[in-house]
């Protein structure tokens, strides 16, 4: 299927073919990233529940402190549970470029992909990487995303809470 990490300019383009993973957060993208694999046969992989519950998907819980995908030990942890699951490929909800840390994080996955792959794990996808805050909100009415579902940290002043407002007004969504 090639590698979906280098293909995700191609949005709306459907998720890769076979089963895959999802590595599902509690904010805006993961809500979308799994509004895009409805409809494909993925699993959830995650900290939190709630979306995954919402489309009625099996959930594999992550322990705590696995959520961070900037990490290359986490990556690679989770990539073994998205095999160990069946998974022939792992998206993350990587949004970009007005995300803050959103660069560095996108060289790190491009990075790991080809290691994964040729250790046998699930290639990486990051369909929303070139898309940004007010594009993400456009697309989260676009998908039916459960907005009420997704948080962000509350602070109402970081990077993420600060794109989260701009992304809910883009989409007509009352905070
Ligand atoms: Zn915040």
């Known amino acids: 299927m090639g590698n979906p990490f280098t293909e995700v300019g191609s949005w709306p383009a459907p998720p890769p073919a076979g089963r895959g993973a999802l590595w599902l957060g509690e904010g805006l993208a993961s809500g979308i990233l799994a509004g895009w694999a409805t409809g494909s046969d993925w699993v959830a992989l995650s900290a939190h529940g709630e979306l995954a ?39 993350v909800p990587l949004a970009g470029p ?40 456009r697309l989260g009415v676009a998908y039916d995303v459960p907005f009420a579902l997704t948080q962000d940290c509350g602070c109402g002043a970081c990077p993420t809470c600060a794109g989260r407002s701009r992304a809910l007004v883009a989409a007509g969504v009352p905070r």
Do not use: N, T
């Open 53 to 91: 519950a919402h489309y009625g998907r099996p959930f594999i819980a992550l322990p705590g402190g696995l959520m961070g995908f900037d990490d290359p030990g986490a990556i690679l942890a989770v990539a073994r549970q998205a095999h160990e699951a069946g998974a022939a490929w792992l998206a």
């Open 98 to 137: 007005d995300e803050s840390e959103g660069l560095p994080l996108a060289l790190k996955l491009a990075e790991l992909d080809p290691v994964l792959v040729a250790w046998g794990l699930p290639a990486l996808a990051a369909p929303l990487l070139r898309r940004g805050w007010r594009e993400l909100g």
